[in-house]
């Protein structure tokens, strides 16, 4: 079955130090891979995505993501988080079976909290 | 931009109204989606469509409809809204073609059901 696993509910860091946020997946075909991010009230905003060439991606505010084909994983990071990151955040995958349908998969989502 | 908007933000009704949720997308994209969003489980997708008037179930379309009469709108309908519907919904669009293209979220409608 095809899916995405955000195996933590919460991360917590201080803000100046770096941040990982885990992403997983399992899907038929090759791997269409996003990072969203959604502040309080409001829609998701796209962040960054995986299609193919390098596996480090560097997207929007100063986020990158890792994509690791071994170990099935596409980890967000950013080198020096800002209590701004505070938000929560999707990983998706792209459905194997959509097509041109762009049809994603997302996660449970992780809540990130920066502290000053 | 891509734009994508919602008719309201915030929404309040009762138990066995009809309820219309509307989405309008600027940039003529084919692909259009309607997802409700629960903590703990993410964006679960009710109903996608890819063409005026073509409509596609996603994972939980049980008491809900859809119509897409236009290409830039997509209607999401509760025929008879109930309070385990009470949720927040988002309406996406993307291109359809042969690339790999992210979704354009909407700002989202919270939904009460009394």
């Known amino acids: 079955a095809q899916s995405v696993a955000q195996p933590e509910d919460q991360v917590n860091v201080a803000e100046g130090n770096p941040l990982t946020v885990k992403c997983t997946y399992s899907v038929s075909g090759n791997p269409y891979l996003f990072w969203y991010v959604q502040y309080p009230n409001r829609g998701l905003q796209f962040l960054l995505k995986y299609i193919t060439g390098d596996n480090l991606v560097k997207g929007s505010y100063g986020f990158e993501a890792e994509f690791n084909k071994s170990q099935t994983s596409f980890h967000l990071k950013k080198p020096s988080a800002l209590v701004s990151d505070s938000a929560l955040y999707f990983c998706?995958?792209?459905?194997?079976?959509?097509?041109?349908?762009?049809?994603?998969?997302f996660g449970a989502g992780t809540r990130l909290a920066v502290h000053p | 931009d891509v734009k994508v908007t919602q008719s309201s933000r915030y929404l309040v009704k009762r138990t066995g109204e009809k309820v219309f949720l509307e989405c309008v997308q600027d940039?003529?994209?084919?692909?259009m989606f309607w997802y409700r969003q629960d903590p703990g489980l993410g964006l679960r997708l009710i109903y996608f469509s890819y063409d005026v008037k073509m409509k596609e179930k996603g994972d939980i379309p049980e008491g809900y409809s859809v119509s897409r009469e236009k290409k830039e709108r997509f209607s999401l309908i509760l025929e008879s809204a109930s309070t385990n519907q009470t949720s927040m919904y988002l309406c996406?669009?993307?291109?359809?073609?042969?690339?790999?293209?992210?979704?354009?979220f909407g700002p989202g409608t919270r939904l009460t059901v009394l």
């Open positions: 996406a669009s993307s291109p359809s073609s042969g690339r790999v293209y992210e979704q354009f």
């Open positions: 940039m003529d994209h084919e692909n």
């Open positions: 998706a995958v792209r459905d194997g079976f959509s097509g041109g349908y762009n049809k994603l998969i």
